[in-house]
């Protein structure tokens, strides 16, 4: 499982600040540091830490020996442990500035006295904190640049082995991070390991020639080096899908438990009659079609047939960088919206609702929308993509979503579910939208339109962004940032989901 580390824009600002900054204590000490909290978020194959609590040094807890390098006192080691015991899944992270070098972001490698430290410190600070709970230390450079080092210690059982240096800070063992992702408004990767050189993008120049016009042969790369989510191949997931995968992004993980059939093929962009006919699950026929449109050279794609609002779906998208929400479903919405800001995995949400007049064919409402949450955006809830009573209602109904027409003719009153509708044309341009959301996310090359709800009125043709720029005063999400595995997202069982694995089981249909 890679590792990797997470942080914050505004994190990254106090850190560099608090290090490097005029105010920092202790100016004259070539190096500086600070003591914190830290919390796991486990992936599929990724494991990232995300920076938490940092616990203020007092006068004289942290200074530069001659002799000794920069020395953390035990006093204020002692008091970061309480403060950490505190927090549920918590461990301690150790930060201290390198002054070199004093531009760019390559990775600063510790020194000998720096492993030799850490190691010994790190490890009996273990001791006072749950088992399993993360050890790990991290130094900085003025322009940026970041490594972590999370360390492992075998702890004693026995009184004999107590004494052994296999279980004290001689027996550590120590990964480095090999990305460090800086999240916020935007989203920025850096590499991490001082000791391996990064890899290197290999373009194929002349299929994204139009491209690096815009933003260059570095801008490829960054795109060529995302993994982007997509939950929900629906009319517009399956778009965005091929959309990522002609621009040149690296990698993609679906997930989606539908099947091609006749009721969505006329919204299935790139599907074929003969999949329709067979009804293959979307993620493989959305599999196919990205590996025929990819530009990027080695482009994976992985389908799992899965639901985001169940562990299993939601844990593949818990390795993104970026999580494109097109599954027109308040729960897996919910579920997405917690995930965006406890793992610091940025959402892109997008869907289409249109009302027809059965009787004049015209559209009487309708919207297009995208909405991006996470780390320093307003959540979707407060951007009214979903309300907690629609959330609620999804999760506990199989038919939620549909459409209910009533009729009535005398003193009978008939009702009949229908489906909701749904046309390519607002898909495609929702699945434009999400693109090029995400292009600004990654790339910034439109950086005012990082933030908010954009709106598509059907009525008269306008593009608009909605009013809402934060979160409501009583909203929590932001104090859910960076917990990771601490944090509870509300995954529960899909009943669609359920549904309809029972009906296969039924019917002899092959997964």
């Known amino acids: 499982m890679r590792l990797e580390f997470a942080i914050t824009e505004k994190q990254m600002d106090d850190v560099l600040h608090r290090l490097f900054g005029a105010g920092a204590h202790r100016p004259q000490d070539p190096e500086r540091g600070f003591l914190a909290a830290v919390f796991p978020a486990t992936g599929a194959s990724r494991r990232t830490l ?47 500035s390198h ?71 001689e027996g550590a063992k120590f990964a480095f991070a090999e990305r460090v992702r800086v999240v916020g ?67 993609l993980i ?20 003969s999949e329709m006919a067979l009804r293959i699950p979307k993620v493989e026929v959305y599999s196919r079609v990205a590996k025929e449109a990819a530009t990027a050279p080695g482009f994976q794609v992985f389908p799992f047939r899965e639901s985001v609002a169940e562990s299993a779906g939601l844990n593949h998208l818990l390795d993104c960088d970026i999580v494109v929400a097109a599954a027109d479903d308040a729960f897996a919405r919910q579920v997405l919206d917690h995930m965006a800001y406890a793992h610091l995995i940025p959402v892109i949400d997008g869907g289409t609702t249109l009302v027809p007049d059965s009787l004049s064919m015209m ?20 951007q009214g993509v979903y309300s907690q009573e629609e959330a609620t209602v999804a999760r506990e109904s199989a038919t939620w979503g549909k459409y209910i027409d009533v009729e009535t003719r005398g003193e009978l009153v008939t009702s009949r579910q229908l489906r909701a509708p749904s046309v390519i044309c607002n898909n495609g341009l929702v699945a434009s939208l999400i693109g090029l959301r995400i292009l600004a996310i990654a790339l910034r090359v439109t950086p005012a339109t990082l ?56 019917d002899g249909t092959p997964p």
């Open 50 to 96: 995300l920076l938490g609590q940092i616990v203020e040094p007092e006068n004289g807890d942290v200074y530069w020996s001659r002799k000794d390098g920069l020395v953390m006192r035990h006093r204020y080691y002692s008091r970061a442990l309480s403060v950490i015991q505190s927090l549920p899944g918590a461990g301690l992270l150790n930060v201290h």
């Open 99 to 169: 002054p070199r070098p004093l531009t760019g972001t390559s990775p600063p490698a510790p020194s000998d006295q720096d492993l030799a430290t850490d190691a010994r410190e790190l490890c009996f600070a273990s001791r006072a904190l749950p088992e399993g709970r993360a050890m790990a230390a991290a130094i900085v450079t003025p322009g940026g640049g970041l490594s972590l080092r999370e360390y492992k210690f075998r702890r004693p059982r026995i009184a004999a082995e107590a004494v052994r240096s296999a279980f004290g800070p």
């Open 185 to 251: 408004p935007g989203l920025r990767a850096i590499w991490g390991d001082p000791y391996r050189k990064p890899p290197r993008s290999v373009l194929n120049a002349a299929m994204v020639d139009s491209s690096i016009l815009l933003w260059g042969a570095g801008g490829q790369r960054v795109l060529s080096a995302l993994t982007i989510g997509i939950a929900g191949l629906g009319g517009v997931g399956g778009i965005v899908a091929e959309h990522l995968a002609r621009l040149g992004v690296g990698t």
């Open 254 to 273: 679906l997930v989606d438990y539908d099947r091609l059939e006749d009721g969505n093929f006329n919204r299935s962009q790139g599907a074929t009659r």
């Open 363 to 382: 559209l009487t409402a309708g919207k297009s929308q995208i909405a991006a949450a996470g780390a320093e955006h307003a959540c979707l809830e407060c």
């Open 451 to 506: 933030r908010g709800t954009q709106r598509y009125y059907v009525e008269d043709g306008t593009l608009a962004w909605g009013a809402v720029k934060g979160c409501r005063s009583d909203c929590l999400k932001a104090s859910w940032s960076g917990q990771g595995d601490a944090h509870f997202i509300p995954v529960g069982e899909d009943i669609r989901w359920k549904k309809i694995r029972q009906q296969e089981v039924t």
